[in-house]
C-alpha cells in the first residue's frame, strides 16, 4: 500500500522561505510521478508542482513558477517543494500525491483526479 507522508510546513512571513517534504512508501517508485497540489480555505485544491522519479522533469504552473522547486532523493524516496519568496496568497494546505507515470502525464500532471494517492497535508500560512 502507497503511503506518503509530508512534513515541513509551518508558518513564515512574507519574501520567507520554506522546504516541504513527502516520503513515499510501499512500492518501488522508480516509474512514477508525484505531485504537489494546494488547497486554501474556501478555494478548490490545484496544482502547483510535478516531478518524475525517473527523470526529474519538472512542471509548474505559472503562479509558481521561479520561486518554487520540486527535487527528488531517490534513495530516500521522499520529493522536496522549496518554496521561496512566499506571498500571503500561497498559504494553504500543501499535499503531496502519486500515480504511475504514464505517457498521459505529460498532459494531465497538474489533474488532482489522476492522482490515485494522497498524503494528509501539512498546513502552510504565509502571515506577517
Known amino acids: 500500500q502507497v503511503q506518503l507522508v509530508e512534513s515541513g510546513g509551518g508558518l513564515k512571513q512574507p519574501g520567507g522561505s520554506l522546504r516541504l517534504s513527502c516520503t513515499a512508501s510501499g512500492r518501488t517508485f522508480s516509474n512514477w510521478a508525484m505531485g504537489w497540489f494546494r488547497q486554501a480555505p474556501g478555494k478548490e485544491r490545484e496544482f502547483v508542482a510535478a516531478?518524475?522519479?525517473?527523470?526529474?522533469?519538472?512542471y509548474y504552473p505559472d503562479s509558481v513558477k521561479g520561486r518554487f522547486t520540486n527535487s527528488r532523493d531517490n534513495a530516500k524516496n521522499t520529493v522536496y517543494l522549496q518554496m521561496n519568496s512566499l506571498k500571503s496568497g500561497d498559504t494553504a494546505v500543501y499535499s503531496c500525491?502519486?500515480?504511475?507515470?504514464?505517457?498521459?502525464?505529460?498532459?494531465?500532471?497538474?489533474?488532482?483526479?489522476?492522482?490515485?494517492?494522497w498524503g494528509q497535508g501539512t498546513q502552510v500560512t504565509v502571515s506577517s
Open positions: 516531478i518524475t522519479w525517473s527523470s526529474g522533469d519538472t
Open positions: 500525491a502519486a500515480r504511475v507515470w504514464t505517457i498521459l502525464f505529460n498532459t494531465d500532471y497538474g489533474r488532482r483526479g489522476a492522482y490515485p494517492y
